[in-house]
Structures are given as C-alpha cells and as structure tokens.
Nanobody
Framework: DVQLQASGGGLVQAGGSLRLSCAAS????????IGWFRQAPGKDREGVSC????????YYPDSVKGRFTISTDNAKNTVYLHMNSLISEDTAVYYC?????????????????????WGKGTQVTVSS
C-alpha cells in the first residue's frame, strides 16, 4: 500500500529556509517518480519539483529554480525539498506525490494529473 507523509513545514521569515520531508512507505523509490506540489488558498495546485531516483532526473519550474532543491535518501526512503530564499509567494500547503514508473524529464511531469498517490500536506508560511 503506497503511503506518503510530508512534514517539515512551519512559519519562517522571508529570506529564510526550510527543509520538507516526504517519507515513503509500501514501495521503493527506485520504481517511482516523486513530485512536490503546493497549493495556496484560491489557487490551483502547482508543481514545484520532481525527481526520479532511478535515472537521477530532476525538474524545477522557473518560479523556484535556484532556490529549491530536491534530493533523495534511498536508505531512508525519503525525498526532501530544500527551500532557500523563501518569499511570501511560497506560502502554501505543500504535498508530495508518487507516480509509478515515470521519469521526471520535463515540465509535463509537474502536472498533478501525472501522479496517482498523494500524501497529506504540510503548511509553509513565509512572513514578510
């Protein structure tokens, strides 16, 4: 049974950093693409990063490129989202999601429709 648990959110000042964790259980990360998404009130869910540990591919949209980094710890079956230089626009609920057998190779893979399994979100609030 595929399960994902996002954690690590909180309140941070603008310019600060946070590290989110996505703990996976019931499956091996090597077989899945993992994506991080966020959703602010009144807005659509937005993909902010994805990774496929099998081929090492990663992708970021321009809105977070250079500030966010995704990484994988296969020993812990956990994917991290390192967020630096946070701005108020990064305030949202952050989710991680999994897609079997996919590779993170283009902006297409940041669409929520590419993913079948979702964890509960973690709130990130950036104060200005």
């Amino acid at each position: 049974d595929v399960q994902l648990q996002a954690s690590g959110g909180g309140l941070v000042q603008a310019g600060g950093s946070l590290r989110l964790s996505c703990a996976a259980s019931g499956f091996t990360l090597d077989d899945y693409m993992i994506g991080w998404f966020r959703q602010a009130p009144g807005k659509d869910r937005e993909g902010v990063s994805c990774t496929s540990s099998r081929d090492g591919s990663v992708y970021y949209p321009d809105s977070v490129k250079g500030r966010f980094t995704i990484s994988t710890d296969n020993a812990k079956n956990t994917v991290y989202l390192h967020m630096n230089s946070l701005i108020s626009e990064d305030t949202a609920v952050y989710y991680c999601a999994a897609a079997y057998g996919a590779q993170c190779q283009s902006v297409v893979k940041l669409s929520p429709f590419e993913y079948t399994d979702w964890g509960k979100g973690t709130q990130v609030t950036v104060s200005s």
